[in-house]
């Protein structure tokens, strides 16, 4: 009952930008944190950057600087600029969001979802 849709991803030069966008909708009570993960063939998925509902934002280290993340909690929105790309930012991009759902609004813990990912290519 909860959805996570990407958007925005594509084909861009090495120095380019590209913004990613993720709607979540559904049966939610409230959304602690979103954010944005990515693998690489052949790598692990990593936290690429955060938001919790009150502001606070966490960035990997290979993106700060480059990436920033937004998050409208009114809207359950959540979105990554992307710019000055690498190569090595090529990647498949997954929003996340840590949220209760309805049906379970007095648990102790959110629930994590996942969107279906967006293909991410940065050439040299």
């Known amino acids: 009952q909860v959805r996570l849709v990407e958007s925005g991803g594509g084909l861009v030069h090495a120095g380019g930008s590209l913004k990613l966008s993720c709607a979540v909708s559904g049966r939610i009570f409230s959304i602690n944190t979103m954010g944005w993960y990515r693998q690489a063939p052949g790598k692990e998925r990593e936290l690429v950057a955060s938001i919790t509902r009150y502001g606070d934002k966490n960035y990997a280290e290979s993106v700060s600087g480059r990436f920033s993340i937004s998050g409208i909690y009114a809207d359950n929105r959540v979105s990554l600029q992307m710019d000055s790309l690498k190569p090595e930012d090529t990647a498949v991009y997954y929003c996340?969001?840590?949220?209760?759902?309805?049906?379970?609004?007095?648990?102790?813990?959110?629930?994590?979802?996942w969107g279906q990912g967006t293909q991410v290519t940065v050439s040299s």
């Open positions: 996340t969001a840590a949220l209760f759902p309805r049906a379970h609004r007095d648990s102790e813990n959110p629930e994590n979802y």
